[in-house]
């Protein structure tokens, strides 16, 4: 059975001097593919090779068997949503950083901007919602890291690929965060790929490892 | 209409050499290790100036249309090369699109106000042509440098919101638009602040040898205030056209940013 992401010898290189890496795998609907592996070893890389931010060598992904290049690179890009691990925030405030994102034509045409969605993802991130009018450069790093992913959430990616997106989290928000996306894979016609080094990732229900070591392994 | 110009005999251009003395005095005396290229500088002065008198002398007399056409052509390519100068930031100095920024500013500006302004008998008066397209080129170079050294400092400064804005599927454009709007802001300032100051700090070179070779001040302040509005015009195309026309480079055919783009080379 395809999943909803496939990915066929996809082969990249993380550096101009490091080796290649070349990967195989698929993630089903409502899946977490956790991907693991030394540091250097390529984890970031790969999220943004599916991500079409860095360029692949050879190999082919398809979203709901279709060929990536189907899509021009922001069409692209707004379904397969990115979060670095150390995400930027635009200047203004938390309201400002939500509501940028839709100023952009592929947003624009894919989702609405919803306060009610806003309201309730700050809930359950466990975020007060007086942080809307806050300075988004003045947050802390796990403000910083919850606000990022509730919004790439808000821009209605198909698959999100979050890069260490609990490291600066303490152990109650790190629940609320998995509870958060787990609610949100629940939903249907989506899949999230995660890179993480601890083992909390068990809190998500259908998870799928990738082990990342030296030139790459298959799933 | 008062006495011309008060010519300077070869005797008299001997002595400007008392004034080298002088600079160089200075260096001796705090060995500042400038001695060889203030010689230097002088003799190129002396030998390229000389040459220029000698290639305008032929070329006023001439006044072909062609030939004019050519010189100023030229004039635009040694800019386009020199402005690279100006551009630490820009890793690989764009010296094709630098070309067309500034023939397209230099060609539209200078026609306007050599045609529709100035509008001297023959339309193509060599005297005319080559000072004022020089002047438009001079300042067009320096605001087209500056703007496209902006714009990769300012995407390199605004790397992460441009990768957030990337990874949302904002296009090339979307993504850079602050950037490039900082960048051409950057280009226009110097020539727009001065417009503020012409007149009140120093009096504008183009003006002051209009004045010393004899010319109606009210005359010379004529032509001066068309020079510094077409200088602002100018600035404003080239610095639009080249920015335009290089954000592009920084991404590849995807989409994406390019690492060598805003690595420092």
């Known amino acids: 059975m395809a999943g909803i992401l496939e990915f066929k010898d996809l082969i990249f290189r993380a550096g101009a001097a490091t080796p290649v890496i070349s990967l195989s795998g698929s993630i089903e609907d409502r899946q977490a593919l956790i991907v693991r592996g030394p540091s250097g070893s390529g984890k970031s890389t790969f999220l943004r090779v599916l991500a079409r931010l860095h360029p692949a060598v050879s190999g082919t992904v398809r979203l709901e068997g279709q060929d ?78 919850r606000v990022a992913v509730l919004r790439a959430v808000l821009v209605g990616p198909q698959v999100l690929l979050l890069d260490e997106p609990t490291a600066g989290l303490d152990r109650e928000s790190r629940s609320a965060f998995y509870a958060f996306m787990q609610g949100w894979l629940a939903k249907g016609k989506r899949a999230l790929v995660m890179v993480s080094h601890g083992e909390d990732y068990s809190l998500l229900k259908d998870t799928h490892i990738l082990n990342l070591g030296v030139g790459g392994v298959e799933v | 209409m008062t006495g011309g110009v008060v010519p ?29 290229p203030l010689v ?102 320096n605001g087209i440098a500056l703007s496209l050294d902006r714009l990769y400092a300012e995407v390199r400064g605004r790397l992460g919101e441009v990768e957030t804005l990337l990874s949302f599927g904002a296009t090339p454009w979307e993504a850079v638009r ?41 005359d010379a302040v004529r032509y001066q205030i068309v020079v510094m509005l077409m200088i602002a015009a100018a600035a404003a195309i080239g610095c639009l056209i080249l920015v335009g026309l290089s954000y592009r480079k920084m991404f590849d055919s995807d989409g994406a940013l390019r690492q060598e783009a805003y690595e420092r080379g």
């Open chain 2, 8 to 36: 300077i005999s070869d005797w008299q251009l001997a002595l400007s050499v008392i004034l080298v003395v002088i600079a160089g005095t200075v260096s001796a005396v705090f060995r500042l290790g400038l001695l060889r």
């Open chain 1, 68 to 145: 990536w290049l189907r899509y021009p690179g922001p069409e692209w890009r707004v379904r397969l949503v990115y979060v670095a691990q150390k995400p930027a925030m635009f200047s203004g405030s938390v309201l400002d950083n939500l509501v940028r994102p839709f100023e952009l034509g592929a947003v624009r045409r894919r989702a609405e901007l919803n306060m009610t969605l806003i309201e309730e993802g700050l809930d359950r991130l466990m975020l007060p919602r007086t942080i809307l009018k806050q300075d988004a450069g003045r947050l802390s790093g796990g403000e910083t890291a």
């Open chain 2, 40 to 141: 230097w500088g002088t003799v190129r002065t002396f030998v390229q100036l000389t040459l220029v008198g000698y290639v305008l002398t032929y070329v006023f007399a001439l006044n072909n249309l062609y030939l004019i056409l050519a010189l100023v052509t030229l004039m635009v390519y040694i800019a386009s090369r020199a402005a690279v100068r100006r551009t630490p930031n820009v890793p690989r100095y764009p010296a094709g699109l630098a070309f067309v920024a500034l023939l397209a500013s230099t060609y539209l500006v200078g026609t306007i106000v050599t045609q529709l302004i100035i509008a001297p008998e023959p339309w193509y008066s060599a005297q005319i042509i080559i000072p004022i397209f020089g002047m438009i080129l001079g300042n067009s170079m």
């Open chain 2, 178 to 218: 602050d950037s490039v709007r900082e960048a051409i802001r950057a280009g226009m300032t110097p020539t727009i602040n001065s417009l503020m100051v012409v007149g009140l700090v120093s009096l504008p070179g183009m003006m002051t040898g209009q004045i010393l070779a004899g010319a109606d001040p009210q």
